[in-house]
């Protein structure tokens, strides 16, 4: 059964539909949308628990939020940043019929390290941001928007930027919050980057400190028709820091595409 989805749509040209990360909206690509809607038609998913689809019950279930969504945008290339990536990720894997394309910002097909995959973070980090949660859960939030602006050259503005408009259209359910960091936790899609047959564009900022950098080049060398691009200067958000480049980027790859379907 198809999930009801909370999308905006703006500008023209080929779909680029973009899916936010943990706790955050579609609301914070505004610098990419400013610089991309005069030549692409852009979907803005908010999932389900955030934003303006705060009231969704529906759950972060990969495999059927990934049908829903290309069902409402087909023939899209499908960007997804840090948790959003697992969704793009999911619907490029699933669906390579109806995706033409992936993009993954600061996104991992599995976000905490292990012996034969050093580039994560400890086993305990998600975990110990549930726990926090429970305990305090605005102030987890506001610490978690400092983690995804700690390390890039330009933090305090890009810290200024996600407190100003992380919120804007409401508080994320605490529901979905935990479900989303036990995907966090848990997903692990590296066996399966090697049958990506759609090309893909993994991004990264050398100052991540959520995601290393190491982790989507090596996830780029797993995948099929893959590269990677690590900016350097860029932590977690790299379209708020370094917004021109990552744009020029998607542009790149969007243009090298064969055409869009049109109906």
């Known amino acids: 059964m198809?999930?009801?989805?909370?999308?905006?749509?703006?500008?023209?040209?080929?779909?680029?539909?973009?899916?936010?990360?943990w706790a955050m909206h579609g609301g914070l690509f505004a610098p990419l949308t400013e610089r991309l809607a005069d030549r692409y038609t852009l979907h803005l998913v908010d999932l389900?628990?955030?934003?303006?689809?705060?009231?969704?019950?529906?759950?972060?279930?990969?495999?059927?939020?990934?049908?829903?969504?290309v069902a409402q945008v087909p023939d899209a290339v499908w960007l997804g940043w840090s948790l959003g990536g697992q969704f793009a990720l999911r619907a490029a894997?699933?669906?390579?019929?109806?995706?033409?394309?992936?993009?993954?910002?600061?996104?991992?097909?599995?976000?905490?390290?292990?012996?034969?995959?050093?580039?994560?973070?400890?086993p305990n980090l998600f975990r110990d941001f549930g726990d926090a949660?429970?305990?305090?859960?605005?102030?987890?939030?506001?610490?978690?928007?400092?983690?995804?602006?700690l390390g890039s050259t330009s933090a305090q503005e890009e810290l200024r930027s996600l407190k100003s408009h992380a919120?804007?259209?409401g508080e994320p359910s605490?529901?979905?919050?935990?479900?989303?960091?036990?995907l966090l936790d848990r997903l692990d899609l590296r066996d399966e980057l090697p049958a990506l047959t759609v090309p893909s564009l993994w991004i990264s900022g050398r100052r991540d400190r959520l995601v290393p950098a190491g982790a989507m080049p090596a996830s780029a060398a797993l995948a099929p028709?893959?590269?990677?691009?690590?900016?350097?200067?860029?932590?977690h958000a790299p379209f708020l820091g370094a917004t021109d480049e990552v744009a020029a980027e998607i542009d790149a790859f969007m243009q090298a595409l064969p055409a869009a379907v049109t109906p």
């Open 2 to 21: 198809a999930v009801p989805l909370h999308i905006e749509t703006r500008g023209r040209g080929p779909a680029l539909a973009l899916i936010h990360g």
């Open 48 to 69: 389900p628990g955030h934003g303006h689809a705060r009231d969704s019950e529906a759950p972060l279930e990969p495999e059927s939020l990934a049908a829903s969504l």
């Open 93 to 122: 894997l699933d669906h390579p019929d109806a995706v033409r394309g992936l993009v993954m910002v600061a996104a991992s097909p599995r976000f905490v390290a292990a012996d034969d995959w050093p580039h994560g973070v400890g």
């Open 133 to 149: 949660l429970r305990r305090d859960f605005r102030g987890t939030l506001e610490g978690f928007l400092a983690l995804e602006a």
């Open 167 to 169: 919120f804007e259209r």
């Open 174 to 182: 605490e529901r979905v919050l935990l479900e989303g960091l036990t």
């Open 225 to 235: 028709d893959a590269r990677s691009v690590v900016i350097a200067g860029a932590g």
